[in-house]
């Protein structure tokens, strides 16, 4: 395959069940990113409460966390292709349910957060059987690839998406948000309905409790791998410094509330530059090398962050963080699709996902924690320290690993 910087199309040519399943999450996250913003503005204009509206984004996130745990555990055991199929119908039920309810002559509140926290758990449940899916319909081999088209899309319509449903909310009531998300999510089951059987490699009823420690059990076993989940966890961490945009402009650079817009844009146009100039990482002999490399970089962008001398350098510095973070994630994302195997995807998928929600979190925190106590650019340049201290350990104890590993048999469970 002829090297190139540019992000590659072939997979698109190749794989009609691919091009199935691109299609289906387009259509999932278009309708998502309508939700993502019909949901907290008509809590907030049914309460005038952002707490109501924190308790609904709460609800979601819970069924989210424990979506993703049960949905590792069936995506192992069941078929992928049924279980992707029954969560999106249920979510599109849940969509039908918003819809009815804001039709109401007074809408539920109950109700948004009781929905809110079904969509989060099958949501999560589909998610973690496309993830496990995904090496069997691309394979191993080109799951960079596959990879790398799928981050293309989700930036382009997460950023896009959002931005419609705002546009829609100006001139039409909330419910129609809603009829659009059910609509893209019934058009999304029929894409899915012509996939082949996505059969799990073992069918065995177990305990869901004792599957998932034994995919903790494999994480531990299989270092190189373990390495990556707390590499990622790492780079998520210093994704929260989102919480200090309106600090930044309001009151470091004296700006406006459109400056923070834009700090808020500046991660996800790097993101897509990454997505669109992918090509050169797909098949690197040394991947995890390379990812070793690009996470001490993106690590120091994130740091030199910390001592801008003004609001453009903070948004050069932030495409560039989200430009070298995302090419670390895609290779990330690549080497636990192909060292793990097909008996663990669902798990370790799913674990993958929760670890990536958790360092966003515990980022968030840390940061917000440290603002109160140091200037915003202060505490950013003490978690990225933080965070190199941390990164020279597992960088350097990830490449000892990878010098001394024996190549891994995908087909073998935790050794």
Same mark, same amino acid.
């Given at each position: ?32 990113? &309508? ?23 709460? *609800?979601?996130?819970?069924? @989210? ?23 999106? /119908? ?17 809408? *539920? ?9 079904? =969509? ?7 998610? *973690?059987?496309? #993830? ?28 896009? *998406? ?55 059990? &494999? ?31 309001? =009151?470091?650079?004296?700006?406006? =509330?459109?400056?923070?817009? @834009? ?12 997505? @669109? ?48 973070? /995302? ?30 929600? #958790? ?12 603002? /109160? ?9 003490? @978690?990225?320290?933080? /965070? ?28």
């Amino acid at each position: 395959m002829a090297n190139t910087v540019f992000i590659r199309l072939s997979l698109l040519r190749d794989n009609a069940q691919y091009r199935r399943l691109l299609a289906a999450r387009a259509l999932s996250l278009l309708g998502l990113g &309508f939700l993502i913003v019909a949901v907290p503005v008509q809590t907030y204009q049914l309460t005038a409460s952002t707490l109501w509206v924190a308790l609904v984004g709460a *609800s979601d996130a819970t069924g @989210l966390f424990l979506g993703l745990l049960l949905g590792g555990v069936l995506a192992d055991t069941r078929d992928q292709r049924k279980l992707i199929l029954m969560a999106r /119908s249920v979510c599109g039920v849940g969509f039908a349910a918003l819809t009815i309810n804001a039709l109401l002559p007074a809408p *539920s509140v109950t109700a948004l957060v009781g929905l809110a926290f079904i =969509d989060g758990i099958f949501g999560a449940i589909g998610v *973690s059987a496309l #993830m496990a899916a995904a090496p069997k319909v691309v394979g191993r081999e080109r799951i960079v690839e596959a990879g790398a088209l799928g981050m293309l899309t989700s930036r382009v319509i997460n950023i896009g *998406s959002p931005a419609l449903a705002g546009l829609l909310l100006a001139v039409a009531d909330v419910a129609w948000a809603y009829g659009l998300a059910t609509l893209a999510t019934i058009a999304t089951v029929s894409v899915l309905r012509g996939l082949a059987p996505l059969p799990a490699e073992q069918t065995t009823p177990r305990n869901p409790f004792a599957m998932l420690g034994d995919a903790l059990v &494999f994480l531990v076993s299989r270092r190189r791998v373990l390495v990556v989940f707390l590499l990622g966890m790492l780079l998520t961490a210093c994704t929260g410094i989102r919480v200090l945009f309106p600090s930044l402009s309001l =009151d470091v650079f004296a700006t406006g =509330d459109a400056a923070t817009g @834009l700090l808020y844009a500046m991660g996800p146009i790097g993101a897509t530059l990454a997505a @669109l100039l992918s090509g050169w990482v797909h098949d690197k002999a040394q991947p995890f090398a390379l990812m070793i490399l690009l996470c001490a970089c993106a690590l120091l962008a994130f740091t030199a962050i910390g001592v801008a001398p003004g609001l453009w350098a903070v948004m050069t510095l932030l495409v560039v963080f989200g430009y070298l973070m /995302s090419l670390a994630s895609l290779l990330q994302y690549g080497i636990v699709q192909r060292e793990t195997p097909d008996a663990y995807l669902g798990r370790v998928n799913s674990l993958w996902l929760a670890q990536d929600a #958790m360092g966003d979190i515990l980022g968030a925190l840390a940061l917000g924690t440290l603002a /109160s106590m140091v200037m915003p650019l202060h505490a950013v340049l003490v @978690l990225g320290l933080s /965070s190199l201290g941390i990164f020279l350990v597992l960088g350097l104890t990830g490449l000892a690993l990878t010098r001394s590993a024996k190549p891994l048999d995908v087909d073998a469970g935790p050794a």
